[in-house]
């Protein structure tokens, strides 16, 4: 079993920045990590995932260049740094890790789900 837990959301204007932390506990060494978010009305959607030694990583095009994922084996934990944030950025943010060591960017192939952490951007 996995257990996450988020952490770092909050309120910020657009153009500003934001980091989020996801912090995972039980068999967490081999599992491919993800994010994901939720808008009010929408589907969830991908964001970015990342390998277990962190070698590789995928974006959705909608962050790339703005939002980058990293990992800390040591502290098990996984980040999600925002920059550039706009207000379609607005959402409930998912930490999702995943059995197997590929990563995915369809939400119902990843096994284990934190509880969310609100990011909502002013204009």
């Known amino acids: 079993q996995v257990q996450l837990v988020e952490s770092g959301g909050g309120l910020v204007q657009a153009g500003g920045s934001l980091r989020l932390s996801c912090a995972a506990s039980?068999?967490?060494?081999?599992?491919?990590l993800g994010w994901f978010r939720q808008a009010s009305g929408k589907e969830r959607e991908f964001v970015a995932t990342i390998t277990w030694n962190g070698g590789s990583t995928y974006y959705a095009d909608s962050v790339k260049g703005r939002f980058v994922i990293s990992r800390d084996n040591g502290k098990n934990a996984v980040y999600l740094q925002m920059n550039s944030l706009k207000p379609e950025d607005t959402a409930v943010y998912y930490c999702?890790?995943?059995?197997?060591?590929?990563?995915?960017?369809?939400?119902?192939?990843?096994?284990?789900w934190g509880q969310g952490t609100q990011v909502t951007v002013s204009s």
């Open positions: 039980g068999r967490t060494f081999s599992n491919t």
């Open positions: 999702a890790a995943r059995r197997i060591m590929a990563g995915s960017v369809y939400a119902d192939e990843y096994d284990y």
